[in-house]
T-cell receptor, first 116, second 110 residues
Framework: NAGVMQNPRHLVRRRGQEARLRCSPM?????VYWYRQLPEEGLKFMVY????????ESGMPKERFSAEFPKEGPSILRIQQVVRGDSAAYFC??????????????FGPGTRLLVL | GQNIDQPTEMTATEGAIVQINCTYQ??????LFWYQQHAGEAPTFLSY????GLEEKGRFSSFLSRSKGYSYLLLKELQMKDSASYLC???????????FGRGTSLIVHP
């Protein structure tokens, strides 16, 4: 049973370009969460999605950032017009149904974004 | 929301026991998680406590006191491979999304 998959593992972009980060949840999991981690800092929640639905995006910057989890295919975190401050590790986690209880999140290996 | 506090760094000797503390201020309580994260890798789940008391899993144990807003992770018979960051995380009441502390960097030396 494959775990959470993320790609690419490393991504280099120049300022102003777009970054697309992909996440395939663990088999049987229908909930996806995106986190950002800066060096020496904790994981900061960005967005929580179910298939075709954004449940909570309270941690996501209002501009340049968007996320989706289509009916088919992986969840995508998109960062438009990247700036140097976007350089960080972006982790995706998945969990089974969590509408009625807290579920353990299982994390992917992360995408390390470097903006030049 | 949640405010999670844990020490930034700890050191310990191989074979010893170490206790990593975590305190939280909460607007509700939905349990507390501990994760381990090796440098450059993904966090991996260690434990989830929702009731008071100690839960043991091999060399690792986790303790919770809801009345004190306090938890600790206890690591026994330390091994070099236990050198990692240990993240305390708790969802706030009404949410199932955990707020993570900054993590405690544990260095195990021979």
């Amino acid at each position: 049973n494959a775990g959470v998959m993320q790609n690419p593992r490393h991504l280099v972009r120049r300022r102003g370009q777009e970054a697309r980060l992909r996440c395939s949840p663990m088999k049987g999991h229908s909930h996806v969460y995106w986190y950002r981690q800066l060096p020496e800092e904790g994981l900061k929640f960005m967005v929580y999605l179910q298939k075709e639905n954004i449940i909570d995006e309270s941690g996501m910057p209002k501009e340049r950032f968007s996320a989706e989890f289509p009916k088919e295919g992986p969840s995508i975190l998109r960062i438009q017009q990247v700036v140097r401050g976007d350089s960080a590790a972006y982790f995706c986690a998945s969990s089974p149904v969590s509408d009625i209880a807290v579920e353990t999140q299982y994390f992917g290996p992360g995408t390390r974004l470097l903006v030049l | 929301g949640q405010n999670i506090d844990q020490p930034t760094e700890m050191t310990a000797t191989e074979g010893a026991i170490v206790q990593i503390n975590c305190t939280y201020q909460t607007s509700g309580f939905n349990g507390l998680f501990w994760y381990q994260q090796h440098a450059g890798e993904a966090p991996t789940f260690l434990s989830y406590n929702v009731l008071d008391g100690l839960e043991e899993k091999g060399r690792f144990s986790s303790f919770l006191s809801r009345s004190k807003g306090y938890s600790y992770l206890l690591l026994k018979e330390l091994q070099m491979k236990d050198s990692a960051s240990y993240l305390c995380a708790a969802p706030s009441g009404g949410s199932y999304i955990p707020t993570f502390g900054r993590g405690t960097s544990l260095i195990v030396h021979p």
